[in-house]
């Protein structure tokens, strides 16, 4: 066989197997592009990562061995791939797959990567061309390692050009926002409180990463603003410190440290000083606003040097407090003056009330009023898959706290939902990340559930086993204990037992890359 017909051939297994490694892809970028959670995602779908390109391989090389014949095996390969990206693409995702720039340079590179490798392989042996897409996910993380310094060099390009942008605005006030969890809702109501006063710019959804907020400063950030709250998110050591290198924010608040990410993170000191990465990058003269949970923010409160430090009961604390299933309401005082101001939201839970003060101290530390912090505290709305009450129609009432369960907002979530009358209904599939102590959190988690609803239902039967264990050893009725294999199974079995009066929570929704 001639070079140019071998050429070929490697071409085309080059980008069939690149085609058919959309779904693995879709892992990729579920997982920010960080090989070695890609690494835990293919292990966790194991059987729906890695059968299908072996089976595409085998296809190839059975019509090679069968026939003989080169153009028929790479024909077959390639319809094989065809169907595989087809499948992937039509497959029902809960966070679906973006065809980004990165992703098509990503593509580029893997079809030439794949192509490289096949070209070799032919060369020796016909049959290990053929077998080549047998290890596309393999071939994709060494496509991302030989596309990671192209990558490297765009990325700085681009943050270069949003902390131009944010330069050219010296009178912008900028604030960073971190937390193990809470972050995401403590943003939106900050910015619904400073919109009384600014224009205020805050990262939408929990666009929390270094590159995200570079695409909100670049494409949306104008003139006009005069405030802009950045979400700060961390998986590893250092992340914090990278986006205060972008932002130079004024004014730092952490909302709370937790055993989140522990995966990555390893311990929790070590997530406790990737969120102190915010505060160290603060100007001298810059603020410093900490939760009050009497334990680890109080202790960066108490380490941190700045003179303008605060947490909530400095400059304004709140009493007469007052939940239920119609929101939240209490009295916002002013430490200084005494000063008093009623505050009420359709926001539910106690744990609202602290974010809220926190935001209101944040507020208050800009030099808003107390009248105006309380309008701006009427017009904060439940934040989207965060304890946002719904109406699920004949007569059943929706709780839907599907974003990113943790230790702590879960138990908030089960407190509110047994404020409610009628019988109270709980899906979950329980929480991750939370490295070796996850089996033990998601036994506690089934243990207070016990206390807090009528009906379990768990979905995903591996996962769920802790969760199942810990309302057993509550003494929690097992007739009443439903484990399915997933939300769809879930929201069938919801349905042929729901009636009106019943409130439903919805707690935690995993990502596509840990689907059992």
Sequence with gaps: MSFLLTLIQAAGLGCASAAAGRRVMHYLQLESYQLPGYIKSVKRNAMRALIPPIAMAAVGVAALKVSGLFG???????????????????????????????????????????????????????TLGYLMPAFEPALLMLAAVVAAPMEKHIAGQFVKDA???????????????????????????????????????????????????????????????QVFIAEMGARHVGDIRELVELVHPQMGLITSVGPQHLDTFGTIERVRDTKYELIDGLPKDGTAIFARDGAICEELFDRCPLEKKYKPGMLVDAKDMACGPWGTRFTLV????????????????????????????????????????????????????????????AGVSIIDDAFNANPVGAQCALRVIKAFPGRRIIITPGMVELGGKEDEFNRTFGKQMADSVDIAILVGRKHTQPIVEGLKEAGFPQENTYVVGSLEESTTLLHSMMRAGDVVLYENDLPDNYSE
């Design 72 to 126: 028929l095996a790479l024909l077959l390969e390639a319809l094989t791939a065809a169907l595989l990206a087809w499948q992937a693409a039509n497959e029902k995702a809960k966070k679906p797959f973006v065809a980004t720039e990165r992703v098509k340079r990503l593509t580029a590179v893997h079809a030439a990567v794949n192509t490289v490798l096949a070209l070799i392989l032919l060369l020796i042996s016909p």
């Design 163 to 225: 902390q131009a942008r944010l330069a050219a605005q010296p009178n912008l006030i900028k604030i960073g926002i971190t937390g193990s969890y809470g972050k995401t809702s403590t943003k939106f109501l900050l910015r619904d409180i400073l919109s009384v006063k600014y224009n205020v710019l805050a990262t939408p959804s929990s666009f929390n990463t270094t590159m995200g907020v570079t695409r909100v400063i670049r494409e949306q950030l104008t003139p006009a603003h």
């Design 334 to 393: 002013d430490i200084q003056t005494g000063e008093e101001a009623n505050c009420q939201t359709r926001l539910l839970g106690e744990h609202s009330i602290s974010n809220l003060l926190l935001c209101c101290t944040a507020a208050r530390a800009l030099g808003m009023t107390l009248p105006e912090i309380a309008l701006g505290v009427s017009h904060c709305q439940p934040v989207e898959h965060r304890l946002e009450l719904l109406d699920g129609g």
